[in-house]
């Protein structure tokens, strides 16, 4: 079993791209497992110009905007492949794609789940920002049974053949009126938040991708 991550960061890169050069990965995973052959697992950082994406079993009226609407806020709208409802991504967000073969780490897609959001709760402790899992939700979130609760970090995920990809948009230094124009997972009593908005100042990017990196690595007991 291969329990190497390869780390890759894309920078700032168009979703479409991004889905494509992931598309790439993730099926050369899956034939490999197919011919019985060891798999590569790659966890890959980027950030996204604005784009609002609908999994594959969204609610279309989570979208708040029509067409002529997303174009004034230069924002794209792309239905995409994996779990979850609808969510944005733009500048000021990690997005993480951990394309794993889940059979070299020995986990199913719940416990991969729950690792990556372990993660990102020990990333946020490091920064003094107390979060933790919502039952019946993914994702990380402040505040949970408190009317101020909200989302710091979104998850949604396709699996196949136990191969992941899609993954997470953690809210560092975003633009958080961006999500005044949608139902954010389909949720239309919470609220979300950022990094920079808990902190009441801008986070190092680069260092934080550092932190987090690290993060995935220990909870997936990588040496």
């Not at 560092?172 to 954010?184: A, D, H």
């Not at 990094?195 to 680069?206: A, I, Q, T």
Request: aromatic share 10%; glycine share 8%.
């Amino acid at each position: 079993m291969n329990q190497t991550i390869q780390f890759i960061d894309w920078g700032l890169i168009e979703y479409n791209e991004a889905w494509a050069k992931q598309e790439t990965l993730f099926s050369a995973s899956i034939e490999k497992k197919q011919q019985n052959l060891p798999t590569d697992n790659y966890l890959i950082f980027c950030e996204h110009p604005h784009v609002y994406t609908l999994g594959k079993s969204g609610d279309e009226q989570n979208m708040l905007l029509n067409y002529i609407q997303l174009q004034t806020k230069n924002a794209a709208f792309v239905h995409t492949n994996r779990g979850g409802d609808i969510t944005y991504h733009g500048p000021g967000q990690v997005v993480g794609y951990p394309i794993f073969d889940l059979a070299n780490f020995n986990i199913g897609l719940k416990q991969y789940i729950h690792l990556i959001e372990e993660a990102i709760i020990k990333t946020l402790s490091l920064y003094t920002i107390k979060s933790t899992r919502l039952d019946g939700s993914t994702g990380v979130w402040l505040d949970v049974g408190l009317p101020s609760c909200r989302k710091i970090c979104a998850i949604g995920v396709r699996s196949s053949r136990f191969v992941t990809m899609h993954g997470f948009a953690l809210n560092v230094n975003t633009q958080l009126e961006y999500f005044n124009y949608i139902n954010p997972c389909g949720f239309v009593d919470k609220g979300v938040t950022s990094m920079e908005k808990e902190l009441g100042s801008k986070v190092d990017m680069e260092e934080l991708k550092i932190r987090l990196h690290t993060e995935i690595e220990k909870q997936f007991c990588v040496s």
